[in-house]
């Protein structure tokens, strides 16, 4: 991947950079001040593409640890409009609805991990045989 940064000079860096801040190709390409046609042609290249997968995967992870950070602020607001009886029926049942929805999926995530931990552990289990 150091190889794939090292290339990334100048346009495809600005490309890269647009790439990343702006909603679609063409909107990239105006920010960037090339073509359509050259962000494409950016895209198709292995190193260019390998850079901005790793570059995408970073900011993925910095927005999950921000909405990780507030998440139990979003958690105690839901709690409050399911509880608030002055507050519409259909805000308090889209509030129990997510919390719950969130409940589950809290536990199957729990239990896809403890899965796959499992396995990681029989793959290795074998593989030292």
């Not at 962000?39 to 970073?58: C, Q």
């Not at 129990?96 to 199957?108: L, N």
Request: net charge positive; glycine share 4%.
């Amino acid at each position: 991947m150091a190889e794939a940064a090292e290339k990334l000079k100048g346009k495809q860096a600005a490309a890269l950079a647009a790439l990343l801040s702006s909603p679609s190709v063409a909107e990239a390409a105006k920010v960037a001040g090339c073509g359509e046609r050259t962000i494409w042609r950016y895209l198709s290249d292995a190193a260019f593409a390998e850079e901005y997968r790793r570059a995408r995967r970073e900011v993925t992870q910095h927005t999950v640890m921000r909405l990780q950070a507030r998440s139990s602020e979003a958690a105690e607001i839901l709690f409050r409009i399911a509880q608030d009886e002055s507050a519409p029926a259909s805000a308090r049942v889209s509030a129990c609805r997510a919390i719950i929805e969130q409940a589950f999926d809290g536990v199957k995530t729990t239990e896809l991990i403890e899965r796959v931990d499992a396995l990681q552990k029989q793959i290795e289990a074998k593989g030292k045989r």
